[in-house]
Structure formats: C-alpha cells, structure tokens
C-alpha cells in the first residue's frame, strides 16, 4: 500500500472523528417541531447567533463532513485504478516444474 493511501485513510479517519465530537458539542434545538410550525421570535440572542458557538461549531460541523466526503471519494477513486497496490508477478512452483519433467521422461521409456 503506498504510503499517500495510508496518509489519506489517515487524515480520513481524524475527520470522522473530529465530525462527531464536534456534533456532541452542540446543543441540543429546544424549539423542536413547535418552533418550527410556529416559527421563533426575533430575540438579541436569536440575531447574534452568527456570532455564538453553535453557529461556529455549525459551521465546523460542514466543513469537516464535506472534508470526510471528498476524502472518501479520493481514496475509493484510488482503489478502483489502483494507486498504490502492487501487484507481483506469478512464479510456478519448483515442484509442479520438476513433477511434469519427469512425467514427461517416464513417458518415453515405457
């Protein structure tokens, strides 16, 4: 395996794992399905959300997904051509080699 798939499945693995805790660090939406049927009320704390650390950690959350998507598709279009996998060239055994001389000797003396 070449040493980019392995630095890619790599940096893979941290995004996955940094997508996840970054949602466990949200908080949870307390409006639900209500809030969205009735829609919310215009608040200071409602026009600063841009500015809050539930919108950055939003923010985060779809960078590092999208990271987590392009990275997934890099290394499957990798293994589908190939990168990075060696591939070795078929020897036949001594003993089948020898097995058919020696068949193909004993043949003529018979």
Known sequence: M???????TIVQ???ALA??????FQSGKSAGLSGAIGGVADTFLAKNKAKSLDAKLA????WF???FVVLTLVLNLMARSGV??????AEEPAAVTE?????????PAA
Request: negative net charge; charged residues 20%.
């Open 19 to 24: 997508t996840v805790l970054i949602v466990l």
């Open 65 to 67: 997904a999208l990271a």
């Open 13 to 15: 693995l941290l995004t």
């Open 84 to 89: 990075g996998q060696e591939t070795a060239v």
């Open 59 to 62: 923010k985060m959350t779809k």
């Open 2 to 8: 070449s040493a980019l798939i392995i630095v890619l």
């Open 99 to 107: 097995t058919a001389e020696t068949e193909a000797e004993a043949e």
